[in-house]
Every structure is written in structure tokens, then in C-alpha cells.
């Protein structure tokens, strides 16, 4: 069997269909772990995981003073690493509030640098037109009306608590207000930790009609718009279609997100392959660093952005308006993904030879590069020894540079006359296999 008589589309994401849909055509974007933890290299949940009482913590705020915090810098690292949009975290679970915020004094205003850094950020992603999503954090460890229960993820009672869901709801919703009010157009709202899992929908709703263009994420007061695994979790199927829109998140540092002295780093190769397992399936992915005390990229973390850039933006084309095809084949070892009669090969395991088999397809390409370097790929479509039984002529891939490219994820470019004949699904993929067999 060679072709395929039915090449229905593959299968794809649901779309929101209005403003919101910015967010699949900008696919890779900068996550920012940003906060007072950062003056003490402190794990971002430093305060909860170490006791520190809240009285001590909050002292850190006189020391706050960033100043050679320059949103255009973080912009240039986020261009440099091929991303499209930013996510900073505007209150993360400390509490301090990084815009001039009217609902609390717990904020960058009260500070020696007494500059309201959201409203920098967002006056520079409108510059630049780059999208802007805020991370607000619903568990707070400063607010005396949050209920601290020592529940995960919070504070034991602190002194001066006077623990009030209701009122807190309330002091919220206004910093909502705010956020969505008074720094131009934002394009996400990205939620994080509501503890008491408390459902209210009417603040996603404030969020959707004061910024239309707003996509949410599922760890606020409702479902959202989108999931958000984290770190790199294996899953059994790393080739599926997500059933709804996913914005996967990982760190660079391995134990943190906020700017931690000491941190360990992931390799490259790691970073590589979790953001090609997600980009290739249709989801989107934030890479996070966590600036220093001072505003800066801390050096490792600027390189690492730099040198995952260097590899994104040779093999972006295979992971940007595209669509999910590794249907299209029965090997899951790779992933493959399509723009009409092109079709790209991404390496996201480690390869364990240096031909790739494509069964079952059986199409002699126009042309193979490998993305990475812009060399040609050699292919074959002969019967290997191993295909004894099938006596199958299946498109491989041939003399890969796997041992001089071992740190990296490889990506090939397939140029096809005619793709129609790609398998739609997995079982049509696999039911080629057997029936050849
Ligand atoms: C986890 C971490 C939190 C971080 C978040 C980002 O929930 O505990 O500190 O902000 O991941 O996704």
C-alpha cells in the first residue's frame, strides 16, 4: 500500500476563533520568576519551604531596588531565544506585588526603587508588539485576610492574620481590576495555585471582558482556556494530540523558577526535547528564568536562553504553523509534523542508530535537509534486511550526524511533490504496517 485515498486533515486543536487565537500563531514564549526571593537567591517559595515568619520576610522589601532592571533587555533575550511573547509573574505566592497596586502597600512602589515594574514591561512589550501574559498568584502569604492553614503551598496562621476567603476574593478581584485596567492591551492571564480550589466564575469573566484578547489558564477560579503541564513529566504517549489547548512550562534552573544562588541547570539536549515533544504536538511552551536581585538575566541562565535560541531558530519551521502528523507514522521514536506537502522529522529521543526509519510511508522526497546545519540528508526507499518479512520499500533516513550532533535534537525537513497520501491516523499508519505484512 502506497497511498492513502482519504487525506482529511489531521488532527488538530480546537481554535478559539477570535482574538485570542494570537496565541497559536505565537507558539514559544518567556516565562519570568520574578520577586523579592531573588535578593537572597532564595527558592521562589523559599518563605513557606524554610518557616521564615512573615514579619522577618517582608523586611526584604527595603532592599528592593532593581536597578539595572531594563524590560528591553528581557525583550532581547526573549528575541535571542526565538520566543514570541512574555509571562511575568506580577504577585507570585510571597505576596509582593510588582505594579502600583492600590490594594495593598506590599508592592514595588514602597520600595527604594519605587517604579512600577509591570507597567515597564508592558509599556515595552506595546513598543515592540510583543504579547503580554501576567502571572497572579492566588495563594498569598503576606495578605492578612488569605487563609494561611498550612495547607500545601501555605503558610502556617501567621501573627496578625485575620483570615477572611470572602474579603479576600474581594482584595483579588480588585488587583484583577488593575491589572486588566491599567497597563494597555494583555494577552494572557496565567493563574497559579488556588489551594482551596474554589470555583467562581465570574472572575474569569471580569478578565474576558476587560481584555478580550486575554487567553487563561486552568489553575485559577474555573477550567480556563488552556492546561498547563509542568517540568517535564513522561507521559505514555509522547506523540498525541492534546484535546484541548496546552501551554506546557519549564524552568531552566532544575530546582527553581525565581533567581536561585546555587542552582543546578538542565542540559540543553533536556530542554530541546521537552520543547520539541510539545511545540510538535500543537501545544505551546514558556521557558522560564528567574532575574536576579538586580534586574539582569543572571549569566547562566542568559546563555542557556542563547543557546537553546541558536537551535529554536534553525528548526523553528518545523514546530511554527504546522500541524501534528505523527500519525503519519508508525515509528514513535520521532515526531513528525506537516505544512502542506512538507513534512518535518524531530529527533526528540535519542536516537539509537543513525537511519530513521519512516514506515510506513513509502514517498521519495524532493529533497531532505537536516534543519540544524542546513546540510542535505541522505534518504533511500530500498527494502532493509530487516523488512525482510514485509518486503516494504519504506522511506529512511540515512547517515545522520548523531554522534557529532549528540547534544542536540535533530530536525529534518522532508519537501514532498505530493503529501496527500500521508496516513491521517495512527491506526491508518499502523493498519498499513499489518497489511503489508
Ligand atoms: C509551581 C511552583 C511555583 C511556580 C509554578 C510555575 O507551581 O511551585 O513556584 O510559580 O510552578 O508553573
Not at 527494502?383 to 545522520?400: I, M, N, T, Y
Request: charged letters at 25%; one cysteine or more; aromatic letters at 10%.
Amino acid at each position: 500500500m502506497k497511498t492513502f485515498p482519504n487525506s482529511a486533515s489531521p488532527p488538530r486543536q480546537k481554535r478559539f476563533n477570535d482574538q485570542r487565537d494570537w496565541f497559536f500563531e505565537k507558539r514559544f514564549g518567556l516565562f519570568v520568576h520574578w520577586g523579592l526571593y531573588a535578593l537572597n537567591g532564595w527558592h521562589e517559595q523559599h518563605q513557606w519551604r524554610a518557616r521564615v515568619p512573615r514579619g522577618e520576610y517582608v523586611r526584604l522589601a527595603q532592599s528592593w531596588n532593581p536597578q539595572n532592571f531594563d524590560p528591553d533587555a528581557w525583550l532581547d533575550a526573549m528575541e535571542d531565544a526565538g520566543m514570541k511573547y512574555i509571562c511575568l509573574t506580577t504577585k507570585h505566592h510571597e505576596g509582593f506585588c510588582l505594579w502600583n497596586t492600590a490594594q495593598t502597600d506590599f508592592n514595588t512602589m514602597n520600595t527604594p526603587y519605587g517604579r512600577d515594574i509591570v507597567g515597564m514591561l508592558a509599556q515595552a512589550c506595546q513598543r515592540r508588539g510583543v504579547p503580554l501574559c501576567l502571572y497572579y498568584s492566588v495563594v498569598d502569604w503576606h495578605h492578612p485576610h488569605y487563609p494561611n492553614q498550612g495547607r500545601h503551598h501555605e503558610l502556617p496562621p501567621q501573627p496578625g492574620d485575620a483570615p477572611d476567603w470572602e474579603k479576600y476574593v474581594v482584595f483579588l478581584r480588585e488587583q484583577v481590576r488593575e491589572l486588566c485596567s491599567n497597563y494597555g492591551p494583555l494577552h494572557g492571564f496565567w493563574w497559579d495555585m488556588n489551594v482551596p480550589e474554589a470555583i467562581d466564575r465570574s472572575i474569569n469573566d471580569l478578565i474576558r471582558q476587560l481584555q478580550p484578547a486575554a487567553v487563561i489558564n486552568n489553575r485559577g477560579f474555573d477550567e480556563g482556556d488552556f492546561g498547563t503541564p509542568e517540568r517535564d513529566f513522561e507521559e505514555a504517549d509522547e506523540t498525541g494530540v492534546f484535546g484541548r489547548p496546552v501551554e506546557a512550562c519549564q524552568s531552566v534552573g532544575m530546582e527553581s523558577w525565581g533567581f536561585r544562588r546555587d542552582e543546578d541547570f538542565y542540559t540543553d539536549r533536556h530542554l530541546q526535547r521537552s520543547i520539541a515533544k510539545y511545540l510538535a504536538r500543537d501545544a505551546n511552551y514558556l521557558l522560564n528564568v528567574g532575574p536576579d536581585a538586580d534586574g539582569a538575566i543572571a549569566p547562566e541562565s542568559a546563555a542557556l536562553l542563547k543557546r537553546i535560541g541558536n537551535w529554536y531558530r534553525a528548526t523553528r519551521e518545523a514546530f511554527e504553523n504546522v500541524e501534528p502528523a505523527s500519525h503519519g507514522s508508525s515509528n514513535r521514536d520521532v515526531l513528525l509534523t506537516r505544512r502542506d506537502n512538507t513534512l518535518y522529522v524531530v529527533l526528540h529521543r535519542d536516537p539509537v542508530g543513525d537511519a530513521v526509519k519512516l514506515k510506513p510511508i513509502q514517498l521519495a522526497p524532493q529533497r531532505a535537509t537536516l534543519l540544524n546545519t542546513g546540510q542535505k540528508v541522505e534518504w533511500a526507499l530500498d527494502v532493509v534486511p530487516s523488512e525482510h518479512v514485509q518486503q516494504g520499500a519504506f522511506l529512511r533516513l540515512r547517515r545522520l550526524p548523531v554522534n557529532a550532533l549528540c547534544n542536540t535534537v535533530l530536525v529534518v525537513k522532508l519537501e514532498f511533490d505530493d503529501l496527500s497520501g500521508l496516513a491521517t491516523s495512527s491506526a491508518q499508519a499502523n493498519q498499513a504496517d499489518g497489511l503489508i505484512r
